[in-house]
T-cell receptor, first 110, second 116 residues
Framework: GQQLNQSPQSMFIQEGEDVSMNCTSS?????WLWYKQDPGEGPVLLIA?????ELTSNGRLTAQFGITRKDSFLNISASIPSDVGIYFC??????????FGSGTKLNVKP | GAVVSQHPSRVICKSGTSVKIECRSL??????MFWYRQFPKQSLMLMAT?????????EQGVEKDKFLINHASLTLSTLTVTSAHPEDSSFYIC????????????FGNGTRLTVT
């Protein structure tokens, strides 16, 4: 199916640094979702966004639903080693159509 | 709430045999579930949409006779990999969509299939 453009593909950062990743699409989405996947496990929902312009936080994580409905970003503040993993964005087109980004692999150096 | 249980987490089988993977929504009803395949270092590739009480909708290039999907109840979908071959070895993940609201997808923990 359709893929979202997610960037960056990978990041190598020092513990304590802030992180930002984003997704863009040529299509308008009704919902933006951010997931984290650890090796050998399924993705876990981090943040769900339902309205254009919505800014939502979950602990050190903050995500925004772009005003054009074609993009979203995820920020992680003060990263820690357990933030390591692959982060996926997902856009919901209608009730049962979801499209996924290619993932951002985050590496955190203690 | 919104827990999805996938079983088994790992399975090794011989070529030519069939393997069944179960996906259960434990605390909600899910008319719609999805099956994905994930190759190393890649994103989720949608294989099919599983619909309770009707036939699954397969994505282009996915063989429906090879990957049998049965969504027998509002909380259970199964994926059977028939006549498995080594190239079917992969990480398979299911997800479930809670009925009736705008809730997000919730994923199972995945199944690592190895065909020898």
């Amino acid at each position: 199916g359709q893929q979202l453009n997610q960037s960056p593909q990978s990041m190598f950062i020092q513990e304590g640094e802030d992180v930002s990743m984003n997704c863009t699409s040529s299509s308008i989405f009704n919902t933006w979702l951010w997931y984290k996947q650890d090796p050998g496990e399924g993705p876990v929902l981090l943040i769900a966004l339902y309205k254009a312009g919505e800014l939502t936080s979950n602990g050190r994580l903050t995500a925004q639903f772009g005003i054009t409905r074609k993009d979203s970003f995820l920020n992680i503040s003060a990263s820690i080693p357990s933030d390591v993993g692959i982060y996926f964005c997902a856009g919901r087109y209608n009730f049962n159509k979801f499209y996924f980004g290619s993932g951002t692999k985050l590496n955190v150096k203690p | 709430g919104a827990v999805v249980s996938q079983h088994p987490s790992r399975v090794i089988c011989k070529s030519g045999t069939s393997v069944k993977i179960e996906c259960r929504s434990l605390d909600f009803q899910a008319t719609t579930m999805f099956w994905y395949r994930q190759f190393p270092k890649q994103s989720l590739m949608l294989m099919a949409t599983s619909n309770e009480g009707s036939k699954a909708t397969y994505e282009q290039g996915v063989e429906k006779d090879k990957f049998l999907i049965n969504h027998a109840s509002l909380t259970l979908s199964t994926l059977t990999v028939t006549s498995a071959h080594p190239e079917d070895s992969s990480f398979y993940i299911c997800s479930a969509l809670r009925d009736g609201d705008n809730s997000p997808l919730h994923f199972g923990n995945g199944t690592r299939l190895t065909v020898t």
